[in-house]
């Protein structure tokens, strides 16, 4: 059966037409004439029955249905320019792995890592663009996602393979410099963490994270501290604000340790304590289940290679 869709000539006479309000315009940026452009344009209304430009003094202008098409036909046009230029480029050895990631996550640990990405499979060329619900693959929004979320949302994520990467191991940091400044005794108990006490942990300001307001509780009462104000403090959305809070010597943050290796490394945090609090999220590398390209594949060896060398909170002690 023959698709109902019109000529792809056509449709880029329109989309440069309808960007340019001017079928002269068009012309010159597709070269060709604009009684070309005219003809490919009166072609298109023909096919649809409808009239997508009304002419005016200065040119022509949109109808609301020619509004309407140019917006939905847009998307399409880049998403097929992108996937021939793909193809062009990688002559079917490789591609772009369209990927949602949840904010933090990507900003503090994956973009720094993607270098080597780049070095070991040049082939693969990765889109990031943040997500943080769930979806259908089947949608075409993405090609695999990292997702943070419990055991139970991925049960039930329908047409799913899930790639379990980590836990989410919370633990306490702030800067070195607080520490030395409010107990200057302290010392450290390893190259990253100290081992405060009690009495020293809940004299420490508090820095709070918006979207879980009883994470500090939490920890207190894991490890059996009692602290009368455990939701006091500044209030930060993101973890990345709280790691750049707790840089800054402005308190002591509760933070996966995944996400401030850089951090660790540079001493610019160190743990206050090596208790970690593990939260009900874990997080996954998914995709759909069906049709698995070899990108997918490399890309998910890849993603635990990294993993495998990352600091483990563990060796802290």
């Not at 006490?197 to 009462?221: D, G, N």
């Amino acid at each position: 059966m023959r698709r109902n869709i019109p000529s792809l000539q056509s449709l880029i006479c329109f989309e440069s037409a309808a960007k340019h309000a001017s079928y002269t315009h068009a012309s010159q940026e597709l070269f060709i004439t604009q009684s070309a452009v005219s003809r490919q344009i009166q072609q298109l209304e023909e096919f649809l029955g409808v009239s997508l430009f009304s002419r005016t003094r200065h040119g022509v202008d949109l109808t609301e249905a020619g509004k309407q098409y140019a917006k939905s036909i847009k998307p399409f046009l880049q998403g097929l320019e992108k996937s021939t230029s793909d193809l062009m480029t990688h002559k079917g050895l490789g591609g772009t792995l369209k990927i949602g990631v949840v904010p933090t996550f990507a900003t503090r640990w994956l973009l720094p890592k993607l270098h080597r990405l780049n070095a070991q499979h040049p082939e693969i060329t990765l889109h990031l663009e943040t997500s943080t619900k769930p979806f259908l693959f089947n949608d075409n929004i993405f090609d695999a996602a990292i997702f943070a979320g419990t055991e139970q949302q991925i049960k039930h994520w329908p047409g799913i393979q899930a790639h379990f990467l980590m836990n989410e191991s919370i633990v306490p940091v702030c800067s070195p410099t607080l520490i030395q400044q409010m107990f200057p005794e302290a010392k450290l108990d390893s190259e990253y963490a100290y081992h405060l006490s009690p009495e020293q942990l809940i004299q420490l300001p508090l820095l709070q994270q918006t979207t879980r307001p009883m994470i500090w509780q939490e920890w207190f009462q894991a490890q059996k501290i009692q602290h009368e104000k455990p939701f006091a403090g500044q209030r930060h959305e993101l973890f990345s604000m709280l790691a750049v809070a707790a840089t800054h010597g402005m308190g002591m943050a509760l933070i996966p340790k995944m996400l401030i290796e850089s951090e660790l490394k540079k001493k610019e945090l160190v743990l206050a304590s090596t208790q970690q609090l593990e939260g009900a999220r874990k997080y996954y590398l998914i995709h759909s289940s069906h049709d698995i390209s070899p990108m997918i594949v490399n890309f998910v060896e890849w993603m635990k290679q990294e993993l495998n060398s990352a600091i483990d909170v563990n060796d802290l002690n």
